[in-house]
């Protein structure tokens, strides 16, 4: 696979970068064809995605350049197109990547209908930065039949109406090789930061006391399947229906709900509320929704984190963002009922959660103080060998992914207490 070097990327027109990125969709299902445990794959899908990020770099500062121009022909007209303007980003799902990878629609083409088929190429979802719409590796073409890498267009904001956040969004993700990480969590590091003193001329120097404990994080298998006909295979529109609408979401939900609240013993993770030495803080009052959460806010600042988001039950976050406001005014601390609802809570985002019970928040410094480990991305894959369903004409739709979590400074979580 022959990469094309930085130099020529910093270089090349926005044309050529497009060309490039046709080129690398032929690429990427050759690779996809390759045995994905050696450590060939993992070598050429390393330099294969850092290529992706680098094109995407280049092409939103083409994007950014045009901005100016762009910004005043939208206005103007009100025209969205493609890349180069300030139009909506394009955004691909689980589901419209999965129709579109070459070597999974083949596979769907040749062998739908027939018995003893095995088991699909896998397709897989990478995650950009975190964010659920730009897990894709290769975007579909625009409306002109051109290709573009995701995401474009970085520095653009993003959509507030699109789908809600997860906790995932919140927590430091990155990739593992293992099938359970080691790591440390330091004990009493509030105490231990204050070893550090003034000392006089001669002085003898004090000696820093830091502790740690060591712990694992295993990997553990997220999956879930939906049997389907054949006849759908061969309907794409069907097929991204079934992935976007089930399959993908049933991963994420139960995923965040292992997060924050997994019992620790296998299969599950260990969750964020399971740790020991997670902070409380108990409710300012009967309403008081933000002040208590300003206090936990506080209570991590204390111990010199930064909370960085806020993890609610949806009726509690509706009950706080209805609450009237005192004096008999009758219009609500939140704003008019008229507009979008708020999104922050002390400028934090909030990630609206089953998972959390009703009146109960956690406050987090959640870059920090946890990480995500992702073994095998989310795949999506197809079975025949299923029970009867090779009579039947039907086959088995399984979506699976493997992670594990870190919680290294569980002091960096407070759980707050609302009514």
Known sequence: MVQSTVEWRREATEEELRTRTE???????????????????????????????????????????QAPAALGQQRATGATNGVGTLATPERR????????????????????????????????????????EYRAVVAEGDANGSSSMLPVGQPYLADT??????????????????????????LNPVANALSASTVAEQGTKP???????????????????IPITTQILEDATTLVGYINGRLIYMLEYREEDEILRGNGVLPDLKGIMTYSGIQTQS???????????????????????????????PATFWAMVT???????????????????IQYVWGLPVVRTNAMNANQNLVGNFAMGATLFDRS???????????????????????????????????????????
């Not at 596979?107 to 930065?129: D, H, L, Q, Y």
């Not at 989310?378 to 979506?399: C, I, P, T, W």
């Open 93 to 132: 799902s689980a589901g419209e990547l999965a129709v579109a990878d070459e070597a999974f629609v083949e596979w769907c083409k040749r062998n739908a209908g027939k018995s003893g088929i095995g088991t699909s190429p896998t397709v897989e979802m990478r995650s950009f930065f975190g964010s659920p």
């Open 23 to 65: 080129e690398m969709r032929g690429e990427w299902a050759e690779l996809s064809k390759m045995d994905r445990e050696s450590g060939e794959y993992r070598k050429a899908k390393e330099g294969f995605l850092a290529e992706v990020e680098d094109i995407d770099v280049n092409l939103t500062l083409r994007a950014m350049s």
């Open 161 to 186: 109406r699109r789908r809600r956040l997860f906790i995932r969004d919140l927590i430091g993700v990155q990739q593992t090789g293992l099938a359970s990480i080691p790591y440390i969590r330091e």
């Open 283 to 313: 409710t300012a009052g009967a309403g008081e929704y933000a002040i208590t959460i300003g206090n936990a806010i506080a209570k991590i600042e204390l111990v010199d984190g930064y909370a960085d988001g806020v993890a609610m039950n």
């Open 207 to 225: 000696e820093a006391t830091v502790q740690f404990t060591p712990d694992s994080a295993p990997v553990v298998v997220i999956a879930t399947t």
């Open 377 to 419: 991305q989310s795949g999506v894959r197809v079975f025949e060998q299923h029970s009867d369903y090779a009579a039947k004409n039907m086959v088995l739709l399984r979506a699976e992914e493997r992670v594990a979590l870190a919680v290294n400074r569980p002091d960096f979580f407070c759980i707050a207490t609302t009514s």
């Open 323 to 341: 609450h009237r406001a005192a004096a008999g005014s009758g219009t609500f601390d939140a704003g008019a009922f008229t507009q979008a609802p």
